[in-house]
């Protein structure tokens, strides 16, 4: 059993014969499968629906509705489930995936996509950017965090729920795509044209910082392997003697819950990654594993508003053991613990069971992880990440406008000058 961190949905493109096409991507704030249900009513409080009234309703549809050809009986039936699902009011939660959803949620823990690479979320009713993926059609159209998706291909879709926006949105590998995007930070609205393409995530990428003794450690997505890769990422900074790192989260929308214990396990050498807490109040730890390699290494860690799930667990572990600064922004605020209920065909219901809280017991759902440090990027300014730093000067990092990394270095360098005069 894979328990993931994630559920808001990425745009993904797969062949059109699926006809739907999306993969989960941020609020899966966690997966536990559960075993499929038997039909029968086990509920005694409160009074269940009244099956009869959706009997009535669907015989009258069928009865006289015009457009015969629409009344397909499996269409009919996931919206009535995603309908009552819909109407628990967790929004961008739980949800209801239909068997090609659930084969494609599969997929993403792969690290391998097809797609424009966004991950979205229904938000105070509107279809929210929560980030873009490294090297994806969306992030290099500098699509971010927070920006809403008014139409797709010119139309509307106001009122739409997330998944007829994510039908609208998916497509045909090198098929293209516009959306009309609005920012509520520059109140403008503009069209963006992308093209569906294969996405590869390197999920943990880094490099030295031009000028200083100190490494960049991106970590893009918590799929599969990412502790693995930051291991070895890890051995490679030590042999080359340098002795501070950034760790960069931004934009992370998440990924395998067992990654992000892993991660933030290489950098505390005991207690907790974080607390369960049940809908009975109970409260269930998930400590840290031991033989951390980076445990007393300075750390910084870079968040905002992108920052959601796994990336969240990891920073605010961190932020609560006192073993790095954070720096950035608030992050996105994801925090429920989902149950993964199988149907009969192949379908699944994703509902809130539990919430997962910081080691501290500090609630993140909604309201997200405060950075020890505010820093907003400038509009516009681009991230700068670990490859990026190729070949890269101190004086072309310092004029790239990355406020948010050149903050995380001058703290680590004064941690590290304060080290050294004691």
């Known amino acids: ?237 030590e042999a080359q003697h340098l002795s501070g790192i950034v760790l960069d989260l931004r934009n992370d929308p998440g990924g395998i819950l067992d990654q992000a214990i892993g991660v933030a396990s290489q950098f505390l050498a005991n207690g907790n990654v974080l607390l369960t807490k049940s809908a009975s109040g109970k409260i269930t730890p998930d400590p840290v594993h031991p033989g951390g390699l980076a445990t007393k290494q300075p750390l910084v860690v870079l968040i905002n508003d992108g920052t959601a799930s796994a990336s969240e667990i990891v920073a605010g572990a961190l932020q609560d053991a006192k073993r790095a600064t954070l720096i950035g922004d608030t992050t996105f605020g994801t925090g429920t613990v989902l149950g993964q209920f199988p149907l009969s065909d192949g379908s699944e219901l994703l509902l809130a069971t539990q919430e997962w809280l910081t080691p501290k017991g500090r609630t993140i759902w909604h309201k997200g992880i405060t950075p020890d440090v505010t820093v907003t990027l400038p509009a516009g300014t681009t991230m700068i990440e670990p490859d990026a730093l190729q070949g890269m000067s101190p004086s072309q990092l310092q004029a790239s406008g990355d406020v948010q990394l050149m903050k995380g270095i001058s703290l680590l360098e004064q941690k590290l000058t304060s080290a050294e005069s004691k």
């Open 1 to 237: 059993m894979k328990d993931t961190v994630r559920r808001t949905f990425a745009i993904f493109a797969i062949p059109a014969a699926l006809l739907i096409g999306l993969v989960l991507g941020v609020l899966i704030d966690r997966f536990e499968r559960l075993p499929s249900l038997p039909i029968v009513n086990q509920t005694t409080d409160p009074a269940p629906p009244d099956f009869s009234l959706i009997h009535q309703a669907w015989d009258i549809i069928d009865r006289v509705y015009v457009d015969r050809a629409a009344l397909q009986q499996k269409p009919l039936t996931y919206g009535a489930i995603a309908g009552m699902v819909d109407a628990l009011g967790d929004t961008g939660h739980s949800t209801f995936l239909t068997p090609e959803m659930v084969a494609q949620e599969q997929t993403l823990t792969q690290g391998a996509y097809v797609g424009v690479g966004i991950e979205i979320q229904m938000k105070n009713n509107q279809v929210t950017i929560v980030a873009p993926l490294d090297g994806s059609p969306a992030a290099r159209a500098g699509l971010h965090s927070g920006e809403l998706i008014l139409k797709v291909d010119g139309k509307d879709v106001t009122g739409l729920s997330l998944q007829e926006v994510v039908r609208k949105i998916v497509g045909t590998i090198n098929t293209d795509v516009t959306l009309s995007i609005y920012d509520p930070l520059t109140k403008a609205t503009s069209d963006v044209t992308l093209r569906r393409s294969r996405i590869m995530v390197h999920n943990v990428s880094w490099h030295r910082i031009p000028g200083t003794d100190l490494a960049d450690i991106r970590i893009a997505a918590f799929s599969e392997g990412v502790t693995k890769d930051l291991v070895k990422a890890i051995g490679e900074i």
